[in-house]
């Protein structure tokens, strides 16, 4: 019984996994992205808005034809939950986190131009969220003052594992170890052994990921801006207290009375 209920389980998540974290070996072209807009942006062709749009809209179709066909081919493979709503529920499931990704290292990338560091940071992000997601500890194992809360809310592994598998097991019957026994429901492995609250529908799970899209796309606005407008006053301001200080230098050996007897008699000898 749960030998079957954690092998559904894992395949699922194995792909979940797989597919997201391979999304990370886009970076390059995100990084590529970022040099023609900021190109584009010094001749005033559009503005920031107008590109966290159009290259959000622009990734969604070949987004959805990769997930498409990985869940497709998983769910078939499988035999997942029967039905038509299950098999779009996981489509979407899968498409979501994909989409969460790309929005994250696209903010990486607007920070982070190099290539090497780009992919760490968001594989060593990527890696905390999966460890907090409630597979490789349950939920109710992991360290409470931080990993839990807020760590395993904040990662979208978290809300896409817990939504597929209320997806997967709600409605299943598994049978029990012994055949007099009454057949074990979905609802009754996810509650007591996945740690699962059955009361929250798997819609809003869903629809916590597509959230988490629309974060990212804002921090990632957040960070453009931050750039082009932050960024130089900083780089400006410390530029101009090296030139005062550089100033100030001079004018303070002339003040002093020792430093000037001390400069005159280094002259003398000279």
């Not at 990662?155 to 597929?164: E, M, N, R, V």
């Not at 050996?253 to 000898?269: G, I």
Request: charged share 15%.
């Amino acid at each position: 019984m749960l030998f079957g209920a954690q092998a559904r389980g894992s395949c699922a998540s194995f792909v979940f996994g797989f597919v997201t974290f391979m999304s990370i070996g886009g970076f390059p072209s995100f990084v590529e992205d970022m040099k023609v807009f900021q190109r584009e942006r010094l001749n005033g062709h559009y503005g920031v808005t107008a590109f966290v749009i159009s290259n959000t809209l622009s990734a969604m179709p070949f987004l959805m034809l990769i997930t498409f066909l990985s869940a497709t081919i998983c769910y078939f493979m499988v035999r997942l939950h029967p039905g038509f709503s299950h098999y779009v529920f996981f489509v979407l499931c899968l498409f979501a986190s994909v989409m969460v990704v790309e929005s994250l290292m696209m903010a990486i990338a607007s920070v982070v131009p190099n290539f090497l560091m780009g992919i760490i940071t968001g594989a060593g992000i990527q890696g905390i969220f999966m460890l907090v997601s409630g597979f490789f500890r349950l939920p109710h194992d992991i360290p409470k003052p931080f990993w839990r809360y807020p760590m395993s809310y904040i990662s979208f592994h978290f809300w896409s594992l817990q939504g597929q598998y209320q997806n997967d097991l709600r409605g299943l019957l598994f049978d029990n170890q012994s055949p007099d026994l009454p057949k074990i429901p979905g609802e009754y492995i996810l509650e007591n052994v996945f740690q699962i609250n059955v009361n929250r529908s798997k819609w809003i799970d869903l629809g916590v990921i597509f959230s988490m899209i629309l974060v990212y796309r804002i921090i990632f606005f957040v960070m453009i801006k931050v750039n082009e407008d932050v960024t130089p006053w900083v780089r400006g301001y410390v530029a101009r207290r090296r030139m005062q200080n550089k100033n100030i230098a001079p004018d303070a050996l002339t003040q002093s009375p020792s430093l000037r007897a001390y400069v005159n008699r280094d002259t003398r000898r000279r």
